[in-house]
């Protein structure tokens, strides 16, 4: 994604991720660069996916990603549950703020996934 400047920048950098591998993810966000390692902690190909923070700026971020064969195509569902460090103070910029961000950064990475996976299959 280019306005973040995401990329993969240790463990599983290329090709399909599977049960139990990690990925660092480094990338611009809210004006400071970030680095943010998950791992996946549930894998059942092709419905779902489960990747988990092992390290970065949350207190916990978990994400859920289904995958739904409908008329011929795949539909994707995300599904996070996340909350930031200190306290009241994280929760409360998590209500305000965060849940926001992170919805709209998902729907981003959402149409850069489908238009990638269409030009890969020749439909886009």
Do not use: C, N
């Amino acid at each position: 994604m280019a306005d973040t400047g995401e990329r993969a920048v240790a463990g599983k950098t290329s090709g399909l991720i599977g049960q139990g591998e990690e990925v660092t993810w480094e990338g611009r966000h809210l004006g400071v660069k970030q680095r943010f390692t998950s791992r996946i902690t549930g894998f059942d190909p092709p419905r779902h996916f489960r990747d988990e923070m092992v390290r970065g700026a949350f207190k916990s971020f978990v994400h859920d990603h289904h995958f739904e064969a409908r008329g011929g195509r795949t539909t994707m569902r995300d599904v996070v549950r996340f909350e930031s460090p200190v306290g009241f103070a994280g929760r409360l910029v998590d209500s305000l703020f965060m849940a926001g961000y992170l919805r709209r950064l998902l729907a981003r990475r959402s149409a850069a996934i489908k238009d990638a996976a269409e030009q890969e299959s020749g439909r886009g």
